[in-house]
């Protein structure tokens, strides 16, 4: 395994390391992993979780290149004008560019951990370069069951002599769904990891809906880190039960890894829950 | 403002160092400044504020090296193998490349945090010693920094799992953590924890006795374990009411530099 730094993207103000296994030019299938922030984590991630992820992907063949966007770890600022997610799309491209230049790279994996998930997902809608992602905490869509174990999750924390405070409660509630309609955002959606924006459901079931049209093989994970909105193993079965493309993507709730991986414990469960997907849904692809 | 990037040090301690040039729009300075980080999750949390400093520094006509130690960040190596004393001399490894690249030898350091103790060390040890020192909060107690840093990964775990750490404890769903080991995210080895240990004042007197001009930014409460000449003309210390929390994932409305370390590196340059 070799690790480069190098710049790229417009003006070389991108900066991204590439690990490369030795074998690479023997590599029959010859696949990037690219790796990026987390929220306003540097492209080494929170606990080096990325140096990590990129080191066990050279022991089975696959390169990586872990990168910062736009204004983010050792990356400088974009002056486009562009938003924040449209700039980062374009960075994730410009990664893959490098890539292919560097190395030789033409077949893209991307592991987006929170806000690096909605970049993966968004990149593999306009590049076909991208045939896999794993998407770690992204959108979350609470159900009737979530929310109910929800709240007897917080009754058993604070106790059930807190059940006085559940009628003023509940009147609230009835009193929020029979308010206005909201924009069609989800509501619960909102603030999911500090996101400001998120697709409503509707608006994210077709999206998912193209990728899989187009085969990219889609791995979803939630962590044990928001039991207020994720918090049993059916959930996401549950949410996108009529979405029509459940059965041809992969997902998993591992409720004892943290969103952030700041327990070695969580890292390996981690670590050892993408590789065996990348071992069985990506590297067997055609 | 294009980014170089520096392969330093030794190939069996190799690291991955930024050059940040000057800002060709402005003229440039015969300075440079080198940058060391904090540790672990406080390298991590002011990774922002290095790329600030560097791109104001740039501004300034200075050119500026930022880099991770040996097994840290995104240099090679495995970080439950390092100790302080092999970081000192990764500092003295970029100190010699910088004086090389820049062609001379007016060469500020910054440290923020452990990173300010790894330089104030590499400083009195150095051949050519830096022109100046800018220690950002450096460590001034070993035990006060083991305790913070237990307290900081406890306060993350159980934030991770929205419960409280005596829950996660009684419910056995994390163990407890300690050092060497495993915390927040960084896998520390027993000779690193040993000096991390024996960090006791910070030896400010032995940088001014070989003429390097120090500033130091310490909380008001550190400050009497600082050893410091009375008078000394090259010696600034700075008390800090508020000190900085490098050690959350949460943003907590903490400037991305604080005001004072902007200063503080300007200044220093005439």
Not at chain 1, 22 to 47: C, E, F, H, K, M
Not at chain 1, 142 to 157: E, H, N, S, Y
Not at chain 2, 154 to 171: I, K, M, P, S
Not at chain 2, 178 to 197: H, I, N, T
Request: charged share 25%; hydrophobic share 40%; glycine share 10%.
């Amino acid at each position: 395994m070799r690790e480069r730094t190098l710049t790229f993207g417009a003006g070389g103000r991108l900066v991204g390391t590439l690990t490369v296994p030795d074998d690479w030019d023997a590599v029959p299938q010859r696949y990037t992993a690219l790796l990026s922030n987390s929220g306003v984590i540097p492209r080494v991630g929170w606990g080096r979780v990325n140096v990590r992820i990129a080191r066990r992907f050279a022991a089975l063949g696959i390169a990586s290149m872990r990168f910062d966007m736009s204004g983010l770890g050792d990356s400088a600022g974009a002056d486009s004008g562009l938003s924040a997610a449209r700039q980062w799309v374009e960075d994730t491209r410009a990664a893959m560019d490098a890539a292919t230049e560097s190395i030789g790279s033409r077949r893209f994996l991307m592991v987006g951990l929170c806000s690096g998930a909605d970049i993966a997902y968004l990149t593999a809608l306009e590049d076909a370069r991208l045939e896999a992602a794993v998407l770690w905490d992204l959108c979350c869509y609470p159900t009737r069951k979530a929310r109910i174990r929800a709240v007897l999750r917080r009754l058993r924390r604070i106790g059930f002599s807190a059940l006085k405070r559940v009628p003023g409660a509940m009147i609230g509630y009835i009193r929020r769904r029979a308010g206005p309609a909201s924009s069609g955002k989800s509501e619960e959606s909102e603030g999911f990891y500090g996101r400001t924006e998120m697709p409503s459901r509707e608006e994210f079931v077709p999206l998912i809906a193209r990728l899989v049209e187009r085969r990219v093989a889609l791995l979803f994970g939630y962590s044990g880190s928001a039991p207020r909105w994720f918090n049993y193993r059916e959930q996401f079965a549950d949410m996108f039960s009529d979405s029509g493309w459940l059965d041809q993507v992969s997902w998993e709730y591992l409720p004892d890894c943290d969103h952030l991986h700041t327990q070695r414990r969580s890292q390996q469960l981690f670590n050892d829950w993408v590789e065996a997907w990348v071992r069985s849904h990506v590297l067997n692809r055609q | 403002m294009t980014l170089s990037v520096v392969e330093l040090g030794r190939p069996e301690r190799a690291m991955m160092g930024l050059l940040q040039p000057p800002d060709s729009s402005v003229p440039t300075r015969q300075a440079a400044f080198i940058l060391c980080r904090p540790l672990g999750v406080e390298a991590v949390r002011t990774s922002a504020m290095f790329r600030a400093l560097s791109e104001r520094l740039a501004r300034e006509g200075c050119a500026t090296l930022r880099f991770d130690y040996h097994g840290t960040g995104d240099s090679a190596g495995d970080e439950r193998e390092q100790t302080m004393a092999a970081w000192v001399t990764d500092v003295l490894a970029a100190h010699d490349a910088v004086c090389r690249i820049v062609g001379h030898d007016n060469i500020h350091w910054f440290g923020a945090g452990l990173g300010g103790n790894l330089a104030l060390k590499a400083a009195i040890r150095a051949r050519l010693s830096p022109r100046r020192l800018v220690l950002w909060e450096p460590v001034t107690d070993g035990g006060e920094l083991e305790a913070r840093l237990l307290e900081g990964h406890r306060d993350e775990v159980a934030f991770g799992r929205e419960l409280t750490w005596q829950e996660v404890r009684r419910r056995e769903l994390e163990p407890e953590p300690s050092l060497p080991g495993w915390v927040l995210g960084f896998d520390y080895g027993q000779a690193l924890v040993d000096e991390m240990r024996q960090i006791r004042g910070l030896p400010l007197s032995q940088a001014a006795r070989r003429g390097i001009a120090v500033y130091c930014a310490i909380s008001d409460a550190e400050r009497d374990r600082l050893d410091v000449p009375d008078g000394d003309p090259v010696m600034q210390i700075e008390s800090l009411s508020d000190a900085s929390n490098w050690m959350t994932s949460r943003v907590t409305g903490q400037p991305l530099v604080p005001p004072g370390a902007l200063r503080a590196v300007v200044s220093g340059l005439g």
